[in-house]
């Protein structure tokens, strides 16, 4: 026996009187998952947090157990809800499978994603999903878990998923134990987490939707989470099957990235009309029917948004036997992944070429202030500049290091003003950013020229800028 | 001098001390619009409704002078209105264009239609916009049009149009009549009438973007919008240039196309996923962020939504010199378009072959409570499901004569119930259909089926009418 399991018997032996709570995939949702689980509101949860042995998670369990909660957020919740469970003791992290034997529920968050590599032109005609690696997070559930384990994943996956992949594989594991498949339940509820200040409430206090494989599944799911939700601030619905909440959940992020896609092709038409895109989305946002429209932007970044439609798309043809794909969802996808492109020639087209020019790009993160660049579309930017430019620089107040692109990020404007820049490009919509000490000290730099991709200033500030340096706006006509 | 000439200039005369408007088509916008405009808020008009000579409009123009409002319409302020008008005897309508030499204001509602007929696969790949009609009656402005007066289009035209059609016709006019080209002003300004109960108001305290070709155009587009306006009721918005504000309304339909397409793309899916798309948007409409996501149905009719996308899209094309579609708005009529063929699909794929079925049509306008026709998606099911089954029969409250199709419709139920159908298809949602007397008059028919393509039913109705009728509910698996 090595010592991880022997951590982990004595984990079982000090909270025997609780519930046993397993979360697997420590990542962005299962790590802030662990902690509303271990200060559940109405039960006391023994929490064991269950990762894969790779190199990365090994740190981040590491990291958990030494009493360093391993994401950097905004809320402060987040240190308070560790701490807590710190001190209470009820929370371990492990990449042991054998953990789940000793679940009473557990909570499937582990990563599904979608290989976009095949589509170079970013049309999307042959993206591909890979459902190895959740088979196999499923399968080990089947090796391990107790025959009654209420079982409830979270992750977002191709509708049907539960019915056709992980019911059938814990049927054969269960069977190849001789266990009773009458006691498998599963169920499924997703989470609407948003990353930031209200990380922890996004989670707690935000309404959910939720179902079951069969009413017991379903009815035991809804236990569970009466106890981390509080149900007087929001409700839960049950909804009939896990496929139709599979699809709630892809639906709604499909559909938030398709009023992103419809704003980004917008914004490129009142740039060439030379409109100002602002101001129409504003004047039509009064009408109720309508108050869902967005804003021009860079494009969409993040984990789900640049995938989930395409989740959809793909169950209609392998579990539905459809031949089509959702065309609407799967070019919503596409325009937003040209958006950096789209950017990247607005920015050409207004500032000319840039070979000679030294360019300080402020913001990777896919959103503001957050420290998160998971798919970030300022990615896409970025590479283009870096090409056909002298020199760049990069700023951003949440990330110190871009690992994707494995470059150095400065949080001090004054290192990025030092480097002398003739192009400032604002490509995060950090609060920093607008705020008028900030804004005066680009006024005072000697002039250059500004292109502001996510509308992070507003008029007043647009004028006075626009007094000494050259500004252009996205989704909006040249400014005089 | 004939008739008609005496009658106009005796109206002007009895009307000498009242600024004069004139209305430019007496469509379903412009005859409403008269009737704002004849009981202006805060000054007395005499207006002036000009159409065509057409067949059609003449009877429109002897309906209005002979004291009948040509439209049908349940908005019990329309014939107020109208009375209001003829008891002040300020209304008069015409086919002469010599009416607008007396007109201090024009107000543009001529329409402007898209040809879609060369895409017979629905695809629209080779929609055309034909603006001769609309330039005509422009020229005709310039031809009789005082120097000074204020010309302010309301049709929804391709974005550019003011700049790029309107302005240089006027101005070849009046250089040809040695006018003064700088006394033109043209302003721009959308309305956003509902048909149905609330028409009048729709237009008089419903918010409204504006916008004119210079200063002096928009401040007096503006002046005149205040005395037909309550503003007290909405806002004003003035936008920088007339391109904005035709941008403005086009966008604005577009969206809610592109909105309907994408419910339409999921209502397909979760019928093929057996799950029910309508407790799926209840549990999402609950975010804010998502309140303008639509429930499953038959499609998109109407005047607007139908083509208003294309506009824009042209406009790209042909006034800002791009060579691409604005593919999502392209997409979302096109995926519109083809919804009544989707609906007849599930028909045939839940209830089978058709051949020796009486069918009932229930609804044939574009939408519920409304006497209108216009593009009306149920002519899509309607045609391919009359060729297909042995008879049909069709009602509606709010149509007797299906004019495009040229078919009788009739507004007795028990008329249809003689008939003995086998289908009920539900096509437009009435709101007489839903309520419970005469969801019990179907539940007293023989068992038959029900195919409720626009969603009409709560759930207790479709349960009860399950116990006796098959029922097919669009974006809805089979019912158990």
Chains 1, 2 share one sequence.
Not at 113 to 141: C, G, M, P, W, Y
Not at 194 to 223: F, H, L, Q
Request: glycine share 4%; hydrophobic share 40%.
């Amino acid at each position: 026996m090595d010592s991880d399991y022997i951590n982990l018997k004595e984990f079982i032996n000090r909270n025997s009187d609780k519930k046993v709570v397993a979360i697997q995939g420590l990542g962005f949702v299962g790590a802030v998952m662990s902690l509303v689980c271990a200060n559940a509101l109405t039960e006391e949860y023994a929490v064991i947090g269950v990762d894969l042995p790779s190199e990365k998670s090994l740190k981040r369990i590491n990291e958990f157990n030494d009493g360093l909660f391993p994401l950097v957020a905004d809320d402060p919740k987040i240190e308070i809800f560790f701490q807590n469970s710190r001190s209470k003791g009820n929370f371990y992290a492990t990449a042991d499978p054998v953990a789940f034997e000793f679940a009473d529920v557990v909570i499937v968050d582990v990563n599904l994603d979608v290989d976009k590599s095949n589509s170079e032109d970013l049309s999307l005609n042959n993206f591909n999903i890979n459902l190895d690696n959740f088979r196999n997070a499923i399968s080990t559930l089947g090796i391990f878990c107790k025959s009654n384990a209420l079982i409830i994943v979270e992750t977002t996956v191709p509708p049907g998923t539960c019915e056709n992949v992980v019911k059938p594989i814990l049927l054969e594991e269960f069977s190849k134990r001789n266990l009773d498949s009458k006691s498998l339940k599963i169920g499924h509820s997703y989470e609407r987490v948003m990353p930031g200040p209200e990380y922890i409430d996004s989670i707690r206090n935000y309404p959910r939707v939720y179902s079951g494989i069969d009413e017991n599944s379903a009815t035991e799911t809804e236990k569970f989470l009466k106890t981390i939700i509080d149900t007087s601030l929001c409700d839960l619905t049950r909804l009939n099957s896990t496929t139709a909440s599979e699809m709630a959940k892809v639906l709604e992020n499909s559909y938030r990235a398709a009023n992103i896609a419809f704003a980004v092709e917008w914004s490129r038409f009142a740039e060439e009309a030379g409109v100002n895109l602002w101001e129409i989305v504003d004047a039509i946002r009064v009408r109720k029917t309508h108050s869902n429209l967005m804003f021009p932007n860079i494009g969409v970044g993040g984990y789900c948004l640049t995938k989930d439609p395409l989740l959809a798309s793909w169950a209609r043809k392998n579990f539905f036997d459809q031949s089509e794909d959702l065309f609407m969802s799967v070019d919503s996808v596409s325009i937003n992944d040209q958006m950096p492109m789209f950017a990247y020639k607005r920015l050409r087209s207004v500032f000319g070429d840039l070979k000679d020019k030294r360019i300080a790009f402020f913001g990777v993160s896919y959103r503001g202030d957050v420290g998160d660049t998971r798919f970030t579309p300022v990615r896409g930017l970025y590479e283009l500049v870096s090409l056909d430019s002298k020199e760049t620089i990069i700023h951003d107040p949440f990330v110190d290091f871009w690992e994707e692109l494995d470059l150095q990020v400065f949080d001090s404007a004054e290192r990025i003003f030092e480097f002398n820049p003739e192009i400032l490009i604002f490509s995060t919509a950090h609060s920093i950013y607008k705020q008028e000490n900030f804004v005066d000290k680009i006024l005072n730099l000697k002039p250059l020229s500004i292109f502001d991709s996510v509308g992070l200033f507003n008029e007043c500030q647009i004028q006075n800028l626009s007094t000494r340096h050259r500004i252009s706006i996205i989704g909006r006509g040249d400014i005089s």
